[in-house]
């Protein structure tokens, strides 16, 4: 069996605990090469999980690792960069959501993407739950008028807009089919505002409200609803 050259960028807590011991299990995977800023982390995480090189830099991997593809698995301020320079060295992508910090970003992405014809993947990992598939399945059956998802974790989360609570935006894209308007109220002016001072202020409630064409038959119209609480204090 041919086997896909892999690289893993980004060697923190979550590459560790959701996607290198999944890697490590597939038979058609070889961990060719892993990246992280600190040596001593990169060697480590090398030794535990079987990658043959590892690297500090980028621009070393990228010259002579001889990877195929790359799980980009970085925070999200360093995803475009790193993205695209994988891409325009013809590498396919696997980048953890959310994709960017900005719409330009996203899109340059999107579009080097294309023009190098290769794949750039988003870890919206809800599109591959049992669950979720089901559920979307029986909207293909009989289609709802009005479809509500949630993403609240009280007292814990730090990121809720921008890094969970677009697993819930994604998710309805998927079930109802793209959006043709978008309402958004918060209490913060700051659109990168993510963690309150401590003592904590009180909480961001962010609300979401999308329509979609596709999502009930006869009608053309159906409305999304995503709210959530953020930014409260640990």
């Given at each position: 069996?041919?086997?896909?050259?892999?690289?893993?960028?980004?060697?923190?807590?979550?590459?560790?605990?959701?996607?290198?011991?999944?890697?490590?299990?597939?038979?058609?995977?070889?961990?060719?090469a892993?990246?992280a800023?600190?040596?001593a982390?990169?060697?480590?995480?090398?030794?535990?999980?079987?990658?043959?090189?590892?690297?500090?830099?980028?621009?070393?991997?990228?010259?002579?690792?001889?990877?195929?593809?790359?799980?980009?698995?970085?925070?999200?301020?360093?995803?475009?960069?790193?993205?695209?320079?994988?891409?325009?060295?013809?590498i396919?992508?696997?980048?953890?959501?959310?994709?960017?910090?900005?719409?330009?970003?996203?899109?340059?992405?999107v579009?080097?993407?294309?023009?190098?014809?290769?794949?750039?993947?988003?870890?919206?990992?809800?599109?591959?739950?049992?669950?979720?598939?089901?559920?979307?399945?029986?909207?293909?059956?009989?289609?709802?008028?009005?479809?509500?998802?949630?993403?609240?974790?009280?007292?814990?989360?730090?990121?809720?807009?921008?890094?969970?609570?677009?697993?819930?935006?994604?998710?309805?894209?998927?079930?109802?089919?793209?959006?043709v308007?978008?309402?958004?109220?918060?209490?913060?002016?700051?659109?990168?505002?993510?963690?309150?001072?401590?003592?904590?202020?009180?909480?961001?409630?962010?609300?979401?409200?999308?329509?979609?064409?596709?999502?009930?038959?006869?009608?053309?119209?159906?409305?999304?609803?995503?709210?959530?609480?953020?930014?409260?204090?640990?």
């Amino acid at each position: 069996m041919t086997k896909l050259k892999v690289g893993v960028i980004g060697l923190g807590a979550f590459a560790k605990l959701a996607r290198l011991p999944v890697l490590a299990l597939r038979d058609d995977v070889e961990l060719t090469a892993c990246m992280a800023r600190d040596a001593a982390t990169a060697e480590e995480v090398g030794r535990r999980f079987g990658f043959q090189r590892t690297y500090t830099a980028l621009e070393h991997l990228i010259a002579d690792s001889g990877i195929e593809a790359a799980f980009v698995v970085t925070p999200k301020e360093a995803h475009h960069k790193i993205v695209l320079a994988l891409l325009r060295r013809g590498i396919h992508v696997f980048c953890e959501k959310p994709m960017a910090t900005s719409l330009p970003m996203a899109e340059e992405m999107v579009k080097t993407a294309a023009d190098q014809g290769k794949v750039l993947m988003i870890g919206f990992n809800r599109r591959f739950a049992p669950v979720y598939e089901l559920a979307r399945a029986e909207f293909r059956a009989a289609a709802p008028e009005a479809c509500l998802a949630v993403k609240n974790r009280p007292g814990t989360e730090l990121r809720a807009t921008l890094e969970n609570a677009i697993h819930m935006v994604d998710l309805l894209r998927w079930f109802c089919g793209e959006c043709v308007h978008v309402e958004a109220r918060a209490r913060f002016e700051d659109p990168f505002y993510e963690t309150p001072p401590l003592p904590c202020s009180p909480s961001t409630a962010a609300r979401r409200a999308y329509s979609s064409p596709t999502a009930r038959a006869g009608s053309g119209r159906s409305a999304w609803r995503c709210m959530g609480q953020a930014n409260r204090c640990w």
